[in-house]
Antibody
């Protein structure tokens, strides 16, 4: 069964840091690019960042550039998102999403998400 | 990286067809044939319904179809069913390895 499972969400104070993770199974993790997408409470989806399958290149939305870092460990089928200098507006459910591959530029497998709350 | 524009809501009766629009710019929707659509039921993860403008992943009913003209993409749901009631989001590749979502459309089956 192809799946990704996020973990690591929680409550953090403004200015603080948190790392969320994504465990992949059921597919050859090292062959696919992976994305993080978030959804603030009652709001729409926002694409955040993307890492190539070999981990050598990473791209970010302007809203998180310089504060968030995506990285992966293909030996452990794990993806992580290190979030620093967190702000109130970073409060959201964070989803890990597998890139469909084959140049389709779509996200075909999503996790259930992990909730991050930034609050004092 | 401005969000794509979708109508906040859409509705239709069972059996009818409804079309949801998604308007971007020549830098995203108009510039690439990489528009995808996602269905999200309350409290659930998004589900891929359409990719590359008009392709359906395995398992998605053929009642769902996509198209694009210029800077506007569209999702059409034909033969509306109660289970189609959900939020729908469009997404487009926006160049330089970035993507952008629409604001979402709440589809109500009357």
């Amino acid at each position: 069964q192809v799946q990704v499972v996020e973990s690591g969400g929680g409550v953090v104070q403004p200015g603080g840091s948190l790392r969320v993770s994504c465990a992949a199974s059921g597919f050859t993790f090292s062959r696919y690019h992976i994305h993080w997408v978030r959804q603030a409470p009652g709001k729409g989806l926002e694409w955040l960042t993307f890492i190539l399958k070999d981990g050598n290149e990473k791209y970010y939305a302007d809203s998180v550039k310089g504060r968030f870092t995506i990285f992966r460990d293909n030996s452990k089928n794990m993806l992580s998102l290190q979030m620093n200098s967190l702000r109130d507006e970073d409060t959201a459910v964070y989803y890990c999403a597998k890139d469909m591959g084959s140049g389709s530029y779509a996200f075909d497998v999503w996790g259930q998400g992990t909730m991050v709350i930034v609050s004092s | 990286q401005s969000a794509l524009t979708q109508p906040p809501s859409a509705s239709g009766s069972p059996g009818q067809s409804v079309t949801i629009s998604c308007t971007g710019t020549s830098s995203d929707v108009g510039g690439y044939n990489y528009v995808s659509w996602y269905q999200q039921h309350p409290g659930k993860a998004p589900k891929l319904m359409i990719y590359e403008v008009n392709k359906r992943p395995s398992g998605v009913p053929d009642r769902f179809s996509g198209s694009k003209s210029g800077n506007t993409a569209s999702l059409t749901v034909s033969g509306l069913q109660a289970e189609d009631e959900a939020d729908y989001y469009c997404n487009s590749y926006a160049g330089r390895d970035t993507w952008v979502f629409g604001g979402g459309t709440k589809l109500t089956v009357l």
